[in-house]
């Protein structure tokens, strides 16, 4: 099992930046794939960035690409966000998901561990 724990979401101007933090626990998080979703009050959980167990392979969500940044940290067992240029609808609560064979998947059903959420806020 893993647990997770997000860290770095706060509120910020419009093109502003901001790097969100995931740490997990265990000894087993090199074999995960890890992703980043976000989710608005009474919307779906949306994709935003996945990378893969070994860091090789990443996808974005169209909306975030050239702006946003995924990358890990296997020996910290830590995955990072680094959002750039943010823009007002990039609020929302952003969570940190794991799965064992998610591969660079974007649906959050192969995503079996979730963090808590941080909030980001961009204002205009």
């Known amino acids: 099992q893993v647990q997770l724990v997000e860290s770095g979401g706060g509120l910020v101007q419009a093109g502003g930046s901001l790097r969100l933090s995931c740490a997990a626990s265990?000894?087993?998080?090199?074999?995960?794939?890890m992703g980043w979703f976000r989710q608005l009050p009474g919307k779906e959980r949306e994709f935003v960035a996945t990378?893969?167990?070994?860091?090789?392979?990443?996808r974005y969500v169209d909306s975030v690409k050239g702006r946003f940044t995924i990358s890990r940290d296997n020996a910290k067992n830590t995955v990072y966000l680094q959002m750039n240029s943010l823009k007002p609808e990039d609020t929302a609560v952003y969570y940190c998901?794991?799965?064992?064979?998610?591969?660079?998947?974007?649906?959050?059903?192969?995503?079996?561990?979730w963090g808590q959420g941080t909030q980001v806020t961009v204002s205009s």
């Open positions: 265990g000894r087993t998080f090199s074999s995960y794939d």
């Open positions: 990378i893969n167990s070994n860091g090789g392979r990443t």
């Open positions: 998901a794991a799965g064992r064979y998610a591969g660079v998947g974007i649906n959050r059903y192969e995503y079996a561990y």
